[in-house]
Each structure stands twice: as structure tokens, then as C-alpha cells.
């Protein structure tokens, strides 16, 4: 007969989240709570609120990564504040000075790829899906189509 279940609804359930929130993988989940991948596997199976607190940590990370880069794309303001303490010659201090620089954060062309290849994928895809070109007996040949982003070569480079 196997040992009872470790698992606590009202202790585990609030830790999967805390922890899923944080952007832990499940094998980082089940070493912190000490338990084998396939014991959080079966958790994730066998409770269902379980699985709900876990499935809501991760949903919560995934939105906080989903806005940043969507502010990275974009390009941001930021303020930074400074303190700044003075000294004396004879060793006394200044009153601190406090300086506020505001900075933008250019956008950035890679998260701008990143987001149009997952969200306009018909448009801004990059991936080509081999079309057939011919067929003999033996063997069939594939191309992969133009797309308007070949420089005529026949080497699919972009001449850059």
C-alpha cells in the first residue's frame, strides 16, 4: 500500500501559486515543495484546485512578460531618482540632493520581430513551409516559396 498523500490543499494550493507567479517551472515547484516531478504531476491530475492555483500563477507571469515586452516593442519612459550626499571639507555632511533624470527607452526592433512573427504570424512569419516542386519515381523535390523577401539570387538571403 503507498504512504498517504503529502498533499494540503490550504498550504500547497497558495504555494504552486506563490510560486508560478514568480515564473517557476514545475521541476523548480516540486524541488522547493520537495516532491518528485511525477508526485507534481499526479497533484496537477488528482486536484483539481491544485492544478487551478498553479494554472493562475502562471497565467499572472505570463501577462507581466506579455506587458513588458509589449512596452519594450513600444519604447517607454522611465524616471530615474539620485541621492546624492555631499561632504564637507572639515568632514560634516550636506543636506542630501535629490536629482531626477527622466530617460526613454527606445524601442527595441528584436521584441517588435518577436511579437508581429507570434501575433501576425500570416503577415510577419518567418518560417516557409516547403511546397512541392516536382515528383519522379524515386524521390520528390521541394522549393521553398519567394515571399517577396528573396534578392533574386537563388539563395533565399536577403542581400544584406
Known sequence: MAPPSKYNKDYHDDWAWSLA????????IAKAMRISVRTFHRWKKEYPSFLESLSNGKDMADAKVEKMLYKRALGYDVEETERIVDVNPDGSVKPVRVKTTKKHIAPDTMAQMYWLNNRRRGEWGQRQEPVP????ANNVVFYLPDNGRNDGDGNGSDGS
Open 21 to 28: 507567479s514568480k515564473g517557476a517551472t514545475d521541476e523548480e
Open 133 to 136: 516542386a516536382a515528383e519522379d
